[in-house]
C-alpha cells in the first residue's frame, strides 16, 4: 500500500531535522511525496515540550482533525516527538484525542516504520515510548529537503539539568556519535551537493565525553572542516560553561568555518545564573566573548535569553539588558521562562507575575530588536557572501544568507540555488538585507 504523508514538526532545529528522518522512514515504507493535511494518508506530529506554548500549539492542531479523521476513517494519526516522553503525557493525549492511532517516543524515532505497519494490522492503537536512551541506532533514512543546507547530528540527550529544563528528562543522557559515522556522513553529503553543514548537539562542547569517540569536539570540528570541497560549517548550540579556546583555534584555522557562535547565556545575573545551575558567571561569560573577538575580531555572538525565571528582581533583568548591550549580539532568541513539569524551576515558590514577565520580554525585544537593525545597517554598501537557499514567489527575488545567519534578498535571470554569489547590499529592512549580485 502507498499514500501521501503530512509532517508537523514543533521546536528547534533537531526536531526539524529529525522530522527529515521521519519523512525518510515513511518514504521508506511506500509513502510517497509530502502533501497538504488534507490529501494525506498518514499525519505524523514531530512534537515539542520546551515551553507550554510549543505543547498548546500541538494539542491544538492534533485536535484539529478530529473532523478530517471522521470522514477519512482510514487516515492515520501519528503523535511522536519530545511530548509523549513527557510522564504522563500519552495518557492525557490518549483521553483527550482518542482518534490518535500510533504514539511513539524522541527516543524511539527509528521504530516508526514498524509501528505504522503494525498498526495497519491491527484495529487498536499502536503506542510505544522507549522510557531510557538505548545505543544509538545509526541510518541513511533522512529525506532531506533543506538543500543546500544539512544538518548533522553529532550528539543526542543532554547531561546539564537547568533548573528550567525538561529536555534532560525527555532526551536522555548524552550519547556521542562515533566520528567514523559523522565525517562519513558529512563526506556524503559535500559529494552530493550540500554547502552547508551544521553539527547538532544541546551541548556540542562536550562531545566525546560521554564515551571513547577519541576526539573532543575541538578535534572533530577541525576533521569536518578538513574535508575538502567549498562548503560551510556551523555547530550548535555552545554551552559557556564548556565553550574554549581550543574550538576557536579550530576555527582560525579553517575559513570554512563561519564566524558565527552561538553560545546561550540565558541571563545577565549571577544570581539567577546560579538558580538555573549554569554553572558559569556573568564575567566568564563575558571573558569567554572578549577571547573569541581577540582571536577572531570578526566574529560575531547570537545567544538564548530567558525573562521572568523564578526569583528575577528588576534589577537582575536590568544586568541582562546591559549584558545584552556590551555584548552586541547579533542576533538573539527570548523567552518568557515558562515552568515544566518535573524540573526544579517549577517547584519554585518566587515565580514571577505575568504582567512583570511580559512587561521584561517586550522591553528586552525592543532592544534586541535595536540592535538588529543599527547591525543591518552597517551592512550597507559592504559585499558579502550570500549562500542562495531559495527563490520567493512572493518577492520574486532569490535568498539566501552570509555567514552570521543574515537574509539577503536579490535578483538572478539564472537559479542559483545551492551557490555562493556576492552581494552588494543596497538596503536594509529590519533583519533582511536587499542587495545586488556582483559578477566575478
Ligand atoms: N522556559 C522558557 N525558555 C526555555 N528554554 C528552555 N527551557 C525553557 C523554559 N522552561 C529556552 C532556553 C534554551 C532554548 C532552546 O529554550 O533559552 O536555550
Ligand atoms: Fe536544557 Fe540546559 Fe541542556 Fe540546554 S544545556 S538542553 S537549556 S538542560
Not at 246 to 259: A, F, G, P, W, Y
Not at 288 to 317: C, H, N, Q
Amino acid at each position: 500500500m502507498s499514500g501521501n504523508y503530512h509532517i508537523v514538526t514543533y521546536g528547534c532545529q533537531m526536531n526539524v531535522h529529525e522530522s527529515e528522518k521521519i519523512a525518510g522512514i515513511l518514504r521508506r515504507i511506500g509513502y510517497e511525496k509530502e502533501t497538504p493535511i488534507e490529501e494525506a494518508d498518514i499525519i505524523v506530529f514531530n512534537t515539542c515540550c520546551i515551553r507550554e506554548n510549543a505543547e498548546n500549539h500541538a494539542f491544538g492542531n492534533i485536535g484539529a482533525l478530529k473532523k478530517l479523521k471522521k470522514q477519512k476513517p482510514e487516515l492515520l494519526i501519528a503523535v511522536g516527538g519530545c511530548m509523549t516522553q513527557e510522564k504522563g503525557k500519552t495518557d492525557v493525549l490518549k483521553k483527550k484525542f482518542p482518534f490518535i492511532d500510533i504514539m511513539f517516543g524522541a527516543l524511539n524515532l527509528e521504530t516508526l516504520g514498524d509501528l505504522i505497519l503494525r498498526k495497519r494490522a491491527q484495529k487498536k492503537k499502536v503506542i510505544e515510548i522507549r522510557e531510557t536512551e538505548g545505543e544509538i541506532v545509526e541510518t541513511d533514512d533522512a529525506y532531506r529537503t533543506s538543500y543546500p543546507n544539512a544538518w548533522v547530528n553529532i550528539m543526542y540527550g543532554c547531561n546539564n539539568f537547568c533548573s528550567y529544563c525538561i529536555v534532560p528528562y525527555v532526551r536522555g543522557r548524552e550519547r556521542s556519535r562515533k566520528p567514523e559515522h559523522i565525517l562519513a556522513e558529512v563526506k556524503k553529503l559535500v559529494a552530493e551537493g550540500y554547502r552547508e553543514i551544521t553539527l547538532l548537539g544541546q551541548n556540542v562542547n562536550s562531545y566525546g565525553t560521554d564515551r571513547d569517540t577519541g576526539m573532543s569536539f575541538a578535534e572533530l570540528l577541525d576533521a569536518v572542516a578538513s574535508i575538502e570541497g567549498k562548503f560551510r560549517v556551523r555547530f550548535m548550540t555552545s554551552h559557556p560553561k564548556d565553550f574554549n579556546e581550543d574550538v576557536v583555534r579550530v576555527m582560525e584555522k579553517h575559513r570554512k568555518i563561519c564566524r558565527l557562535v552561538h553560545l546561550p547565556v540565558q541571563s545577565g545575573s549571577n544570581a539567577v545564573l546560579q538558580a538555573m545551575n549554569r554553572r558559569y558567571t556573568r564575567e566568564k561569560y563575558l571573558a569567554e566573548i572578549e577571547m573569541l573577538k581577540s582571536r577572531l575580531p570578526e566574529a560575531e555572538v547570537t545567544t538564548d535569553i530567558i525573562v521572568g525565571f523564578p526569583g528575577e528582581t528588576e534589577e537582575d533583568y536590568l544586568q541582562t539588558e546591559d549584558l545584552v548591550k556590551t555584548v552586541d549580539y547579533a542576533s538573539a532568541f527570548t523567552f518568557v521562562y515558562s515552568p515544566r513539569q518535573g524540573t526544579k524551576a517549577a517547584t519554585m515558590d518566587n515565580q514571577i507575575p505575568e504582567d512583570v514577565q511580559k512587561n521584561r520580554i517586550m522591553r528586552l525585544v525592543e532592544l534586541v530588536n535595536s540592535l538588529t537593525r543599527k547591525k543591518s545597517e552597517k551592512y550597507v554598501g559592504k559585499t558579502v557572501e550570500i549562500l542562495c537557499e531559495d527563490f520567493d514567489e512572493k518577492k520574486g527575488l532569490y535568498l539566501g544568507r552570509d555567514e552570521f545567519g543574515r537574509m539577503g534578498y536579490f535578483e538572478s535571470e539564472q537559479n542559483v540555488v545551492g551557490e555562493f554569489v556576492s552581494l552588494k547590499i543596497t538596503r536594509a529592512n529590519g533583519i533582511s538585507l536587499f542587495g545586488e549580485m556582483v559578477k566575478g
